[in-house]
T-cell receptor
């Protein structure tokens, strides 16, 4: 158990809909990262938050957004969903005292868009 | 986005054999990480490397940070059935705000 929690575990929805994925980092970790994992693209970095502020952006679509709240949990919002958005979405966290590279992953949310 | 070149893509070995896999890049990385992922689970950190030439062990696993800073290697000795899974390398480039770039993974199958 990495200490990172994600909900829900599975999500099935239809095209055009909007969903919210939730992540709670390990106790004390200030950084949260979101990744998308699909069969053809592998693990792709989406976005990073540090202590409530956006720090880095990767291959995140404009239809996707995220935020980190004062209690440090984070949410990833996916809107106008398309079939190709079906994937595993992982959240990871790292501590303020670490080099940042040691990211600990949650169990993921499997999103299926029908 | 940029990805690391990880090889081999898959391996089928007998229990007790040693395993080697590697990752290469055209870019310099200042951190290399190795993760293992079981089906339906999140990646689990195995080993972290921070210095060129560094050799670090975690039980039967040994990883090395290449001296050129463009590659890394993972070795598993005396494999056992529970080593089955997908192994990913991940690198962090200087100035990347801790963003990790992942390899596409090595699927390891161990026959008992």
């Amino acid at each position: 158990d990495s200490g990172v929690t994600q909900t829900p575990k599975h999500l099935i929805t239809a095209t055009g809909q909007r969903v919210t994925l939730r992540c709670s980092p390990r106790s004390g970790d200030l950084s949260v990262y979101w990744y998308q994992q699909s069969l053809d693209q592998g693990l792709q970095f989406l976005i990073q938050y540090y202590n409530g502020e956006e720090r880095a952006k990767g291959n995140i679509l404009e239809r996707f957004s995220a935020q980190q709240f004062p209690d440090l949990h984070s949410e990833l919002n996916l809107s106008s969903l398309e079939l190709g958005d079906s994937a595993l979405y992982f959240c990871a966290s790292s501590g303020a005292g670490s080099w940042g590279g040691e990211q600990f992953f949650g169990p993921g949310t499997r999103l299926t868009v029908l | 986005g940029q990805q690391l070149n990880q090889s081999p893509q898959s391996m089928f070995i007998q229990e007790g054999e040693d395993v080697s896999m590697n990752c290469t890049s055209s870019s310099i990385f200042n951190t290399w990480l190795w993760y293992k992922q079981d089906p339906g689970e999140g990646p689990v950190l195995l080993i972290a490397l921070y210095k060129a030439g560094e050799l670090t062990s975690n039980g039967r696993l040994t990883a090395q940070f290449g001296i050129t800073r463009k590659d890394s290697f993972l070795n598993i000795s005396a494999s056992i059935p529970s080593d089955v899974g997908i192994y990913f390398c991940a690198g962090q480039r200087e100035g990347s705000n801790y963003k990790l770039t992942f390899g596409k993974g090595t699927l390891l199958t161990v026959n008992p």
